[in-house]
C-alpha cells in the first residue's frame, strides 16, 4: 500500500489554471448589477402573456386605489352587478363618456369586493361579464334608449362612486342614492330652461357684434324655437327632423326680418339661433371615446353628431331656398361686425351665456359661477390668440385646452366630472357665423360652391379642434388633480 508523503496537507491542484482571487465586495456588486440588467433584457419586467389588471384602468382617474371590502361579497353578487349596470345606463342617459362610464363600473365592482370582472361599453350598451373561479360565470347586458340634459343628476352619481370608492357606503345604501339620484327633480323648471335659451342667444348675438334690437329679435326668436321643439317632442317627432325644423325657423324669422328692414345683421340673428342646437357634448364626448380606445363607441356617437350637423344645414339650406323664391333681397355674407359693446360688457355676456347653457343643461346651481368663470377665462384666452395672429382654427383650440384643464380642477374640486363644467363653457367657441356663411354659399351662390364646400370644412375642423383640445386639456390636468381626487375621497370617508 502507497503511503503519503509525511508533507502532505490536501488535494494536489492538478488543473493547471492559475489561482483566482476572491472578489472584492465592489466587485460583487457590480457583478449582481450586471445579472440583474441581463436578466431584464433576455426575460423583461412581466411575462409577456400575463394579463393586465382590470384595476389598473383606474390609474389616472378619480377612482385609483379603491377601498376594497371584503368578505361574503360572492354570495349576493348578482344585486351588485345589477346595481353597476343601473348606474352605467344612468351615467350614459345623461351624457358620460365611455371611458368615465368604464372607470366607474371597474371602482364600484372593485370597492365592493367582485374580482374577475371584465366591462365592454358600445354605443348603447354595457356588458358585464363575472367569472368567479370554480363557479358558473354571469353575463349581464343593458342597453341605453334615452339621453337627457341633466348634468346636476351626473354630478350626483359622481359622488355617489366617489362615495363608494372611499370605502364609506355600501351596496344597499349606493342603491338607495341611485334612486335618489334618477327620481329627483332637475334643478330648474322647464320655463326657466325656455327663457334661458332666449337669453343665452341674446347675449351670444351682443358678444359677436350685434345691437340691441339684434339681440332682442334673436331672444323672441329663440323662445319660439323652443316651444317649437317641445311641441314635436311631444308628437314623437325623431330629433333629426326636430333640429331641422327649428333650424329653418330661426332662419326663416331672420330673413323676414331682413326683408322687412327690421334687422341689419341676419345672419347674427341666425348664429344666435342654432348655436345651441350643436351637438357640443356628443362631440366632445366621442372625440374623448376616440382617444381613450373606445372606436365603437365614438363611431357611433360621430355619426349621430353628423346627423344632428346635417339636419341644422338642412334646415337653414331648406330657408334659404323658400326666401329665395319669395323674392327675398340677397344677404352679403363677407359683412363683418365690429364689437357692439366695450370689453367689459362683452365679459360680462360671456359669463351670462355660459351660465344660461348650464340652466339649459341642467347644471346644479353651486356648479353655475365656476363654469362661468371658466368661460371667461377661455374667452380672455381666445382674444389673446387672435391679437397675436395664431390664426381662425388654432385659437379656439388654444382656449378649448384652457377650458379642459381648468375644467377638470373646478369639477374636482366641486365633486362633479370634468364634462360638466368643459361643455357649457366651451360653446362659446364654436363657430356659428362660418357654418351659417358656407351654408348660405352652397345654397344661394351656386357659383361659388367650392368656397362654400371649403368654409363647412373650416367649420368641422374648428369644432374638432375645440372638442380634442377639450379632451387634451383634461389630459394635463391628470397630474395636477391626484391630491384633489384623494383629498375628495378622504373627505367621503369622514362623512
Known amino acids: 500500500m502507497n503511503k503519503r508523503p509525511e508533507n502532505y496537507r490536501g488535494k494536489p491542484h492538478i488543473d493547471g489554471l492559475p489561482k483566482t482571487e476572491p472578489l472584492s465586495p465592489s466587485q460583487l456588486g457590480h457583478d449582481a448589477a450586471a445579472k440583474r440588467m441581463l436578466r431584464r433584457l433576455v426575460q423583461g419586467e412581466n411575462p409577456p402573456t400575463a394579463p393586465m389588471s382590470i384595476v389598473d384602468r383606474l390609474a389616472g382617474s378619480p377612482y385609483a386605489n379603491p377601498m376594497i371590502q371584503v368578505g361574503g361579497v360572492d354570495t349576493s353578487a348578482r344585486k351588485t352587478l345589477d346595481f353597476a349596470l343601473h348606474l352605467a345606463e344612468t351615467m350614459f342617459r345623461y351624457g358620460a363618456g365611455a371611458l368615465e362610464v368604464e372607470t366607474s363600473i371597474i371602482a364600484v365592482t372593485a370597492a365592493l369586493g367582485l374580482k374577475n370582472i371584465e366591462v365592454d361599453i358600445t354605443n348603447q350598451s354595457v356588458a358585464i361579464n ?39 357606503v355600501g351596496r344597499d345604501e349606493a342603491i338607495r342614492r341611485l334612486d335618489e339620484a334618477i327620481t329627483s327633480p332637475k334643478p330648474f323648471p322647464r320655463w326657466m330652461v325656455t327663457m334661458a335659451f332666449g337669453v343665452f342667444a341674446a347675449v351670444f348675438v351682443g ?84 382617444i381613450n380606445g373606445f372606436p365603437v363607441t365614438a363611431a357611433g356617437r360621430f ?113 362633479a366630472p370634468q364634462l360638466v363644467v368643459a361643455v357649457p363653457a366651451a360653446l362659446i367657441l364654436l363657430p356659428g357665423l362660418t357654418i351659417f356663411r358656407s351654408m348660405y354659399v352652397l345654397t344661394i351662390e351656386e357659383s361659388e360652391i367650392l ?43 369622514r362623512r
Open 130 to 168: 363575472y367569472a368567479p373561479k370554480d363557479q358558473p360565470p354571469i353575463a349581464l347586458l343593458r342597453v341605453v334608449r334615452s339621453w337627457t340634459n341633466n348634468y346636476a343628476g351626473l354630478a350626483k352619481v359622481h359622488r355617489l362612486v366617489t362615495d363608494i370608492v372611499a370605502g364609506g
Open 207 to 290: 358678444v359677436l357684434g350685434g345691437g340691441p334690437v339684434s339681440s332682442a329679435i334673436a331672444f323672441v326668436a329663440n323662445l319660439g324655437v323652443s316651444l317649437l321643439a317641445r311641441q314635436l317632442g311631444r308628437w314623437r317627432v325623431p330629433d333629426f327632423f326636430t333640429t331641422a325644423a327649428c333650424a329653418f325657423a330661426v332662419t326663416l324669422t331672420a330673413l323676414l326680418l331682413w326683408r322687412f328692414g327690421l334687422t341689419n345683421a341676419p345672419a347674427i340673428v341666425v348664429v344666435g339661433g342654432i348655436l345651441l342646437l350643436l351637438p357640443t357634448g356628443r362631440l366632445v364626448s366621442s372625440v374623448q371615446d376616440a
Open 303 to 415: 355619426l349621430s353628431t353628423l346627423l344632428t350637423f346635417g339636419a341644422i344645414v338642412a334646415g337653414i339650406a331648406v330657408a334659404f331656398v323658400v326666401g329665395s323664391m319669395t323674392g327675398m333681397q340677397a344677404i352679403d355674407v363677407t359683412q363683418t361686425f365690429p364689437p357692439a359693446y366695450d370689453l367689459w360688457v362683452l365679459v360680462i355676456f360671456t359669463a351670462i351665456a355660459v351660465i344660461a347653457i348650464g340652466i339649459t343643461e341642467q347644471t346644479s346651481w353651486e356648479l353655475l359661477l365656476p363654469t362661468a368663470a371658466v368661460g371667461v377665462a377661455g374667452y380672455f384666452v381666445l382674444l389673446g390668440a387672435g391679437a397675436l395672429g395664431l390664426g381662425d382654427r388654432f385659437s379656439p383650440a388654444l382656449a378649448a385646452v384652457v377650458i379642459g384643464l381648468l375644467a377638470r380642477v373646478v369639477a374636482l374640486k366641486m365633486g
Open 451 to 493: 368656397l362654400g364646400a371649403g368654409g363647412m370644412l373650416n367649420a368641422g375642423a374648428i369644432v374638432l379642434a375645440t372638442a380634442a383640445g377639450i379632451v387634451l386639456g383634461d389630459t394635463l390636468a391628470r397630474p395636477l388633480t391626484r391630491s384633489l381626487a384623494s383629498n375628495e375621497r378622504r373627505r367621503a370617508r
